[in-house]
């Protein structure tokens, strides 16, 4: 009986489509996060009676056949990038996009990474650096005797030094954007890597043709939607219950089979 073939695939669509909506719940607080969602497609179909073949010497033919399917995979789990709500934090090194575009970050490993969280700190050395210490690209350091710091929209950092009155620029942030942003492989930590799918990154500076803006003050936070992700866990957890009690019911009439043939 196919059924119960069919009803496990959409049992185990549906246990990753859990996995999903887990995931994008357990980052609704998480800076820069962007939600994902899981897509599926069809099974390949099983022709018990193919369409157009002839039913009669009189030359008709089977309008529709029959057509049974085997069940459901998973497509893709893409990345939503829609922009996450802007919240006001007063400190000095977190900056937020506005718009499209990603910080550049220095790996350890000496790769570029990406990402969307903008809660900048500084080394020992005044260097802007993220939460776990990898240098923002281009490097900008932070003059020791500076008492106040400014980034306005276009990534330009000036600092004003104790005892002079003019600003003095230090350093320029630049934004990458891709053509494909679902396609950029996520390392953890709030930190992408360029792919294949992604495409190369057009490097540009905040504020210009493409390129969103940056806000000094601000956090982006997860694109999150609480009330979706609770309403799509209800239709998930619905359909796995319906999956199941497929199982159940070929179960039975397998069963009622068994006792007949006895």
Do not use: C, W
């Not at 489509?17 to 099983?46: C, H, P």
């Not at 459901?72 to 499209?100: C, F, H, M, P, W």
């Not at 620029?169 to 942003?181: K, M, R």
């Not at 294949?196 to 057009?202: F, L, N």
């Amino acid at each position: 009986m196919r059924a119960l073939g069919i009803a496990a695939t959409g049992m185990l669509a549906q246990q990753l489509n859990v996995d999903v909506i887990s995931n994008n719940i357990a980052n609704m607080t998480t800076t820069g996060f962007k939600r994902q969602r899981a897509e599926f497609q069809d099974l390949l179909y099983q022709d018990m009676e193919r369409a157009g073949a002839a039913s009669s010497d009189a030359g008709t033919i089977v309008p529709a056949g029959i057509q049974i399917g085997v069940g459901v995979k998973t497509a893709s789990v893409y990345r939503i990038t829609d922009q996450g709500g802007l919240e006001a934090t007063g400190n000095t090194y977190d900056i937020a996009i506005q718009g499209e575009g990603y910080f550049r970050v220095l790996l350890p490993s000496g790769d570029e990474a990406y990402s969307r969280a903008g809660s900048f700190q500084l080394s020992p050395d005044g260097e802007l650096v993220t939460q776990d210490g990898f240098s923002v690209i281009p490097s900008v350091t932070i003059p020791q005797d500076a008492v106040s710091v400014t980034i306005n929209a276009s990534g330009e950092v000036e600092v004003q030094i104790d005892g002079q009155t003019n600003l003095q620029t230090v350093g320029q942030l630049d934004l990458a954007i891709f053509f494909n942003e679902g396609g950029l492989q996520p390392l953890g930590d709030s930190l992408y890597k360029e792919s294949t799918a992604s495409g190369a990154p057009t490097i540009g500076v905040a504020g210009s043709t493409g390129f969103g803006t940056l806000r000094q003050g601000y956090l982006e936070m997860s694109n999150v939607n609480a009330v979706q992700e609770i309403t799509s866990l209800i239709s998930a957890q619905r359909a796995y219950e319906m999956n199941s009690k497929t199982i159940t019911a070929a179960d039975e009439m397998m069963s009622v089979t068994n006792r007949l043939g006895g």
